[in-house]
């Protein structure tokens, strides 16, 4: 089955800097990834999401990568804001009806 | 709005005893989900359901069940056979496979 690593489990960033997280998959026929944001006492949110026929996408100040070939993708968030800190969850799914493997997740932490 | 309730947010019960958790949405969605979330982990899923009256394992169904008896409703019972029920519980739907996921904001079970 599908493995998903998320690195770093924590990460500290001054505002106005930008984060990135990283994930690593396992299976080669995966071909969604989506990004959640959970906030404290809530459930995960969809922030973006890409399939596997495009290698990157933006949405304002959130990018993400993909790379097939090294079976890796990345969460990028620039200019950040304390607004943005929060836990954040990669995942990957094929088309194969399996369901989406998370990620262990990444603390973001925004200081003002 | 639509969206996805979970009731209640917080439920306290003694080892020993069976509860159900509620999930309900007004999405129209076919594919519902239970996830279970432990501290500094990921998502793990627990069951799902594409369609009324069909369900299936995923990874940690031992010690739950499920039912889909509507389109809108997917409740979990936490038996007494789950070692460890003590969690945070989530619920999702999506319209199909492999689309994103719309999360509840959870229920904190807590087994004493």
């Known amino acids: 089955g599908e493995n998903v690593e998320q690195h770093p489990s924590t990460l500290s960033v001054q505002e106005g800097d930008s984060a990135v997280i990283k994930c690593t998959y396992s299976?080669?026929?995966?071909?969604?990834f989506p990004w959640y944001k959970q906030e404290l006492g809530k459930g995960p949110q969809l922030i973006i999401d890409?399939?596997?026929?495009?290698g990157e996408k933006k949405d304002q100040r959130i990018a993400v990568t993909l790379n097939k070939t090294a079976k890796h993708f990345s969460l990028h968030i620039t200019e950040t804001q304390p607004e943005d800190s929060a836990v954040y969850f990669c995942?990957?799914?094929?088309?194969?009806?399996?369901?989406?493997?998370f990620g262990g997740g990444t603390r973001l932490m925004v200081k003002p | 709005d639509g969206g996805i309730t979970q009731s209640p947010k917080y439920l306290f019960r003694k080892e020993g005893q069976n509860v159900t958790l509620s999930c309900e949405q007004n999405?129209?969605?076919?594919?519902m989900y239970w996830y279970r979330q432990d501290p500094g982990q990921g998502l793990r899923l627990i069951y799902y359901?594409?369609?009324?009256?069909?369900?299936q394992k995923g990874d940690i169904a031992e010690g739950y069940s499920v039912s889909r008896e509507k389109k809108e409703s997917f409740p979990l019972t936490v038996t007494s056979a789950q070692k460890n029920p003590t969690a945070f519980y989530l619920c999702?739907?999506?319209?199909?496979?492999?689309?994103?996921?719309?999360f509840g904001n959870g229920t904190r079970l807590t087994v004493t």
């Open positions: 999702a739907s999506s319209i199909l496979e492999n689309s994103p996921l719309h």
């Open positions: 299976d080669s026929a995966s071909n969604y």
């Open positions: 999405l129209n969605h076919d594919a």
């Open positions: 890409i399939r596997s026929n495009v």
């Open positions: 359901s594409q369609i009324v009256n069909d369900f």
């Open positions: 995942a990957a799914s094929n088309n194969a009806g399996n369901m989406l493997t």
